[in-house]
């Protein structure tokens, strides 16, 4: 699976949209970008993932370059609830199993 | 519907003693995934079953660590014995075919080796 690449953290303000990065240039035609986020002391928590086309689900928004090299997912108004850990993975959807980088830590602020 | 249901949620054992976890997996799926969190990291596979079939487990280290999925539902996950180095959060995760194949994630073991 193809490598990605986050900034390490991040801030926003509370009520704001918090715009989250990611990097997977080597990414292959095959392989959807997922995004999970972990909330400090529980499990991953799924969000979204798309192959091309934008996404949107009550959670998120994720958008998708046309190149599909980079890809940002978009929290529409950020609450102190949404302060985490989000990973941006590249997987093949045939594929059986993620694998994490470091993740940005998100910092959201009143 | 019920997530992936994971117990102990916090386990203190002294170093060189055993530990074991359970999972319940989402039902239906048939993958089912044990991971391992160090602090401060992403999570790593340990394992991966299909069914019963244990069909990933490189990463498992088999001096100590051993998993089992008897009729490809629960798993449970052993350490013996226990060491320093094992304190990390066991996560346990499970996915579906064909259902595009998203991996849901339980909550979570806290083990603390001390």
């Known amino acids: 699976d193809a490598k990605t690449t986050q900034p390490t953290s991040m801030d926003c303000a509370e009520g704001r949209a918090a715009n989250l990065p990611c990097n997977h240039s080597t990414i292959s035609g095959n392989e959807y970008v997922y995004w999970y986020r972990q909330i400090h002391s529980q499990g991953p928590q799924y969000i979204i993932h798309g192959l091309k086309n934008n996404e949107t689900n009550e959670m998120a928004s994720l958008i998708i370059t046309e190149d599909r090299k980079s890809s940002t997912l978009i929290l529409p108004h950020a609450t102190l609830r949404d302060t985490a850990v989000y990973y941006c993975i590249v997987k093949d959807n045939a594929g059986n199993m993620l694998t994490f980088g470091g993740g940005t830590r998100l910092m959201v602020k009143p | 519907e019920a997530g992936v249901v994971q117990s102990p949620r916090y386990k203190i054992i002294e170093k060189k003693q055993p530990v074991a976890f359970w999972c319940n997996p989402i039902?239906?799926?048939?993958?089912l995934y044990w991971y391992r969190q160090n602090l401060g990291q992403g999570p790593e596979l340990l394992i991966r079953y299909e069914n019963e079939e244990a069909v990933d487990d490189s990463q498992l280290p088999k001096d100590r660590f051993s998993a089992e999925r008897l009729k490809g539902v629960d798993s449970t996950l052993k350490i013996q014995p226990a060491e320093l180095g094992d304190s990390a959060v066991y996560l346990c995760?499970?996915?579906?075919?064909?259902?595009?194949?998203?991996?849901?994630f339980g909550e979570g073991s806290w083990l603390t080796v001390v």
């Open positions: 039902s239906g799926h048939n993958t």
């Open positions: 995760a499970s996915s579906q075919r064909g259902s595009g194949n998203t991996i849901y």
